[in-house]
Every structure is written in structure tokens, then in C-alpha cells.
């Protein structure tokens, strides 16, 4: 985790002298636009343009390279076709330049030829200690500073308003496009930055740098894809170490990747699940549209702080409207507790015509009598039970004569509760709507576009705080016990104890009359058989499993039928014997998992067994290790979460122990660490008094990896 400022990126984002190589006085070329924004916006620094052919570049003198200036440069800007830039860059002194923005298209992105030219430009780059952003990148803008190294025409269009939001995107045409939303939006940035082929700095690096940046509150980013899981996860790390909320919009939401037969864990940890998994476990907001994406930005940016948790308090004068915000409410998982009765009253003995509950519905009586909607909106919140209120004034709020009320009652209500976000939902014009934001409330068209963004942020300000999880890169405190090159069941269970799991106990037997031995140590308690082979996975589909036996006959007779079943269906399986164990007691059956994700390693899975993960794949990922917070709040992200709180009468299970087998389970996935491929209980059983493992499936990585 950063606990500063990347010094070298500093002077690359913040620099005090730029340099543009392949600068251009003709309108229209990549050259020219830096150069002309720069000059257009007021930057205070040294601007060097570079150009061979050229004495003067826009009024300011040119050198014929880099090895030409004789002073240090913060930036060099390339703005030269890809098979000169490697080049270009390397006319640079070692030391010389501090870091370098290429917005030339061509590389790896190309296929073969461009890779090569990346990968010369990446080294002529390292030789001279430069930091790279791009190539095939829009460039960056450091809003405040008024840097544009860019050759967007966006900041041409109109610059945006200096602010508290850090915007990074991988993707320059959807850059280009926040920032022009944001300008419309009227959204203030700190830094705007795209990042391109990402052959060094990558997005992560820039969320770890924004994280730490004094200018930046909030921080906005799109993401395509990431090649370096660990840094990513401690850039989030870095950001909610700082309290500096994450919003991203993440494409790409289909399964990718082979689906391993053998495991439940690794055919449904497809690449968004673990992202999504990553997003939850560092309080990272998620959007999945542009709307939600500029929604939340705007809310965190005007916002001093998020709703505490997911009660709301609607306050409507048109009561179909607060319906369907209630509708959108429940769906949105937040909760609609009453206002006081004697709160209601005092409301109905004011309007009588009104409605009390929760929407309050004050009717458009409001409008003629101004003074109902203070006094009835600070009545809801004088009690302290609502952690949000959202306001619809309808069409009243492009009304020029009203506007005096609208806009007593905003500060009056933030003055009286600034700890309970406001958003009104009406028809303001636009220098009206600014006016409300300043003093932090927030506006919308839409009121059911208000009350999803508060549904998204519910909470937030009370994010877990017990330990997420660390990146790889910190090694954990135990490698492990080596592994085996294959498991049967009893090897997997043993691992599970060992690494300090609740496991069934169970004996390996070679014929009859082990298991018969076997049987009679468990003092008169039923007994279960199951083949034990590498082979067999399903055991139950090759009649591999007998349950509740007692006696010694039952017994006999069924270590005699499942040999011969598994002789009939699989007989090309290997064998190693039949397991015994006594019977489970009755609970909830559980599945859980690890799985080997490529970019950010093992990856834990939970779910209910059975149905609800062969069918509804009803489950829950977290990136490895993670502690018991993090663990609860998995357990209750599933749907089935009521089936483990005791549903139809039943006694609820022991969630605390489910957590801690969780966690467990985590740290044994963090300690064998490229050395696992797979590892999958099932079932897990959740009981009333702890949890148990009952079978396993262990599955080693090549050693290949």
C-alpha cells in the first residue's frame, strides 16, 4: 500500500516543464493541440516544442530534439509516428526526463510488428529512467495546474471546472467522452487521465497516485481489463485507506476462461465474479451503465458524506410519484420506516388530505403553503431515523416565484441535519440546480435515478473495517505445508485439518473387515461408506456412497455393493479404498470453494449447496485472505442467506463458525498460493452449534503451473 506520492509520477502529472516532440503549428495535427491548449488555458510552466524542420512553433522557440534542450523536462510529450518514437526518446539524456505521454498509435495493439516497437520504445524508456504513459493514449490533463497534455478536442470545446474528481480510463474514446459529461454535468476533476497500451503506468498505478493526491476526493475510473491483479487490489487498498470513495465502470460481464468439470468454484468464477468480488471486498462502487457511473461521481463529489445506511424518508407532493420511488426503494434493497405518529399528526392537522407515512405526501398543497414542507421534512428527521431523504417537487421547481421556498428549505435543512443527505427531485433550471448543489444537495430529473444512487451509496461511510485481504506481493506469514501431487478424499480432508478446519472424521479401509472395524469405533452412531479414488469426483453417480448404516452385516454388505458398482460404472478407476465416517447431523448444506484466477490468484467461493448452486449459481466470491467481517458479509450476499437464519421453524445456523471456516479457508488458499489449482468442500454443513466439512476435492497445480 502507498503510503505517498510516486515522486515519479508527481513530476509527470504535475510538471513544471513540458516538452512536445513533434510539435506542429498546423491546426488539426496531434502536434499542435498540446501546444495550443496549454498556451489557451493559462499553463504557468516551460512549454519546449521539439521540431527538426522548425525555429518556432506558435510563437515559442524549437529545439531539433531533446538532446538540444539542455535543462531537465518533467514531460515530454511524443507526437511522432510509432516507428520513430523509441527514437525520439532516446535523443534524451539519462536523467533528462522525468516522464513521457505517447499518443501515437501502432503498437502492440497492431499485432507482432507493433509489440516490437512498444517494446524497443519501453526499454529506451527504462535506459533513461522514464516513466511511460500510453502508448495509443489520449494524454492526461492535470485540471487545476492547467496541464493538457492531450490531443483531445474535448478541453477545445470548452474546459471543465476545476474539482475534486480524479477521472481514469483505459479507454481514450470513452475518456474523451467523460470528460465532456462531466463538463455538461457539471463535474469538477482534479486529473483526467487515459491510459492507453499501458505499457508502464497502468490504471492501477494512477487510482494509487490519486489516492494520495491532495487535490482528489473522489475517484472515477473505466476499466477494460487489468494484467497486474495484485497491484490493482492495492491501489483500492490505497484509496480506502485514504477514504477517498472508488467508482468504476468495468466492461465485459460474460464468463471467459476454460470450465473445470471437476469443480462447481472454478466454472462459476468467470472473470467478472471475480472482479465484481474485488469491488466488494475494497468498497469499491461498481456502475454498469454511463448514467450510474456520472450519478454516483456527482452524489460523492457534492455529497460531504454518504448516507450512514438504507433508510430513507420520501417526501413527495405527488403521491403516484412517491410510490413509485417506494417501489424503486425496495427493489434497490433500501427500507421505509414511519415517520413518528406524533410527527404524522401534526402533519394531518396542517393538511388533512396528506398521507403520514413513508412516501409523505404532502399534496401540492405544499406549494400554496410553503411553510409544510420545512416544518414537515424536519419533523421526519428530528428523531434521527432516516439516513437519507429524497424530496420530489415535480414541475414547482422551474418556478421563478417559488424559488425563494425551494431554496430555504434546502438550507435550512442542511443547516438543521447536514448529517442526512438531501436530494430533491424536480424540474430546476440549470443556474438554480447549481445553486442547490452548492449547498450540497443533490438534484435530479428523475426520481428513481435519485433514489438508486442513494441505494448504491447506502452504507458506505460504514464500510467493514476489519482486514479485506492483502495483495500477493505481501507474502503471507506461512507458506504452507508442501503438497501432494494428488489427493483422495481422506489426503483433502486432512488438509482441511491441518489447516485448522472442521473436518468429519474418517478411516481409509482396504476390504470388509476394516470397515466393519471401522464402523464399531463409532459406538452404536451410524455410519456412512464412500469410495475413495482420484478418479471419481461424483461419487454418488457411480453408486460410490452408502448412508446411514449400522451393524456389522449392513456394513459388509455395503462395502461389497459399492465395489462392485464402481467396478460396473467406472472401471478403468483407480482405487484406494473406501472411506468410513460416522453420519453428519442435520443441517444446512453449503458449498465452498477456491480457484486459481490468473490475474489475482486464488479466489474463494460460497453458496448453498445443491440446487441453488447447480441451477440458480446463487453464490458469493472473495479474493484471498480476508478476515471475518469480510466473510460475514459474503455469506450474506447470497439469496439463500434466509435458508441459513432459519427459515419455515428451522433454528438458524451458526454463522459466526460458517465465517471463521471461511476465513480459514482463505488463509489456506493465501499459504498454498500458485501451488493450489482448485479445492472444493461439498458439502459444507452449516449447523446450529459450528460447521463441518463432510467431503473434499483437492486439486494440486501442475507443476508447470
Known sequence: MTTHLDASLSRLFDPRSIAIVGASATPGKIGAMPVTLLRQYGYAGRIVPINPRAGEIQGLPAFAGLSAVDDAIDLAILAVPAVHAAQALAQARPGQIAGAVIFTSGFSETGDAGRAQQAALTQAARERGIRLLGPNCLGFMNVRKHVYATFSPAPANGAVAPGGIGMVSQSGAFGAYAYSMARERGLGLSHWISTGNEADIDVADCIAWLADDADTRVIMAYMEGCRDGDKLRAAFASARAAGKPVVVTKIGRTQAGAQAAASHTAALAGDDAVYDALFRQYGVLRARTIEEFFNLGYALDTWKQPPRGNRLGIFTISGGVGALMADEAADAGLVLPEPAADAQARLLAQVPFASGRN??????????????????????????????????????????????????????????????????????????????????????????????????????????????GRPASEAPASQGQTLLPSYNEVQAMALLREAGLPATPCTLVGDADGAAAAAAADIDAPVVLKIVSADIVHKSDVGGVKLKLSGEAAVRQAHASILASVRQHAPQARVDGVLVAPMAPAGVECIAGIHDDPVFGPVVMFGLGGVFVEVLKDVSFRLAPFGHGEALAMIREIKGYAVLRGARGAPPCDLDALAEALVRLSRLADAQRGRLKSLEINPLLALPHGALALDAVVIPASPAG
Open 359 to 468: 412516501p409523505v405526501d404532502v399534496t401540492g398543497q405544499a406549494v400554496s403553503e410553503p411553510g409544510v414542507l420545512l416544518s414537515t421534512a424536519q419533523d421526519m428527521l428530528s428523531d434521527g431515523r432516516y439516513d437519507a431523504l429524497a424530496v420530489f417537487l415535480a414541475a414547482a421547481g422551474s418556478s421563478e416565484k417559488l424559488w425563494p421556498t425551494f431554496e430555504n428549505f434546502a438550507r435550512q435543512l442542511q443547516a438543521s441535519r447536514p448529517d442526512v443527505p438531501l436530494a430533491i427531485c424536480a424540474l430546476f433550471p440549470p443556474a438554480r440546480r447549481r445553486e442547490l448543489e452548492q449547498l450540497g444537495c443533490l438534484v435530479f430529473a428523475d426520481p428513481s435515478a435519485a433514489v438508486r444512487t442513494i441505494a448504491s451509496l447506502a452504507g458506505l461511510a460504514h464500510e467493514r473495517t476489519d482486514d479485506a
